[in-house]
């Protein structure tokens, strides 16, 4: 039975055991953690779960383990890296979760296969997307544990790191792009109405999940999707309109300063 270790017990990390946990895809018996703040979410999730293994040091999670999970922030990343890198060997397998730093970058400093994951939130609910890259010398049989480990509660895309960044815009930080273009419809509609924030908010909510469900059951595409509504001259077509017209500069930019951000924290992780 392979032993999984995760260093960095914060929001995704524990959104991916807890996933793995409840879909059986590893055992309690499997499951190491290092966190360098014992927080209280440490000591709770160690209650429900006593067979997981806590370790004290990030050294004793690596020496132990035969997947190593590297949950930290982007610019944690290398340090936490370089400090196990000995417990690194060709044998085991390294998945990183941050973004932003690339796989070649974390290949020159250990000899273990690496992986990289985008997660999306949106799996604690059983859904959304996890994007995986493979370096060169990760072996079948460590691509077949890790979709094994993930396809429970996401779709499994394993793409070119190339794409990641793009990738990861329409996957794991597209829940808040929704989020902030719903906030602002509703807000524009309050603005002119009398609705209730919570209706409009109830209302909008339930328009999305109904048209997700309409695109993914009925096979629709979104160009379809938008014929469907908006009739020729009227009003609903008046609003696509608008839409059309304003939203691709925004979407342009928003790729743009998206990538470029990506870039620049690569580029910053070169120079650490
Ligand atoms: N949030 C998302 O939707 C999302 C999606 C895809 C990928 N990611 C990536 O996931 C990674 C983690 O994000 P998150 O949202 O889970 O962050 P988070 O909640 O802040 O968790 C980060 C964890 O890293 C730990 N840590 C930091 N430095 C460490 C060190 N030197 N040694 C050991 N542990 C250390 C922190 O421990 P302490 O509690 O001691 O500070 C904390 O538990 C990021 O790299 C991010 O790019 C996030």
Redesign the pocket.
Same mark, same amino acid.
């Given at each position: 039975m392979k032993k999984i270790g995760f260093?960095?017990?914060? #929001?995704?990390?524990?959104?991916l055991v807890s996933k793995m946990l409840q879909h059986q895809t590893l055992k309690e018996e499997q499951i190491y953690i290092?966190?360098? #703040?014992q927080?209280e979410g440490v000591s709770r999730f160690k209650n429900c779960h006593p067979a997981v293994t806590l370790t004290s040091t990030?050294d004793e999670l690596a020496a132990n383990c035969d997947v190593v999970f590297i949950?930290?922030?982007?610019f944690? @990343?290398k340090? @936490?890296v370089k400090?196990i890198a000995p417990r690194l060997t060709s044998v085991k397998h390294v998945i990183?979760?941050?973004?932003?730093?690339t796989t070649e970058q974390l290949a020159r400093l250990i000899s273990a296969p690496v992986s990289k994951?985008?997660?999306?939130?949106t799996s604690e609910v059983d859904a959304g997307v996890s994007l995986v890259v493979h370096h060169e010398q990760v072996t079948e049989q460590q691509k077949e544990a890790l979709t094994q480990m993930l396809e429970a509660f996401s779709l499994v895309k394993v793409i070119h790191e190339q794409d990641l960044d793009a990738a990861?815009n329409l996957t794991? #930080?597209s829940?808040?792009y929704f989020s902030a273009i719903c906030e602002t419809f509703v807000e524009a509609t309050l603005s002119k109405s009398q609705l209730r924030a919570t209706d409009a908010y109830e209302m909008v909510l339930e328009a999305l999940l109904g048209t997700a469900q309409l695109l993914k059951q009925k096979q629709m595409t979104f160009a379809e999707t938008i014929d469907r509504v908006a009739t020729k001259g009227g009003i609903t077509e008046e609003g696509v309109n608008i839409l059309q017209a304003h939203l691709p500069p925004a979407f342009d930019e928003l790729v743009t300063r998206t990538l470029d951000k990506y870039t620049a924290f690569q580029k910053q992780v070169d120079m650490q």
């Open positions: 260093i960095g017990y914060g #929001s995704m990390s524990s959104m290092y966190s360098r #703040s927080h990030a949950c930290v922030k982007p944690d @990343v340090e @936490v400090g990183s979760i941050a973004a932003g730093v994951l985008m997660p999306s939130v990861t794991g #930080s829940p808040a």
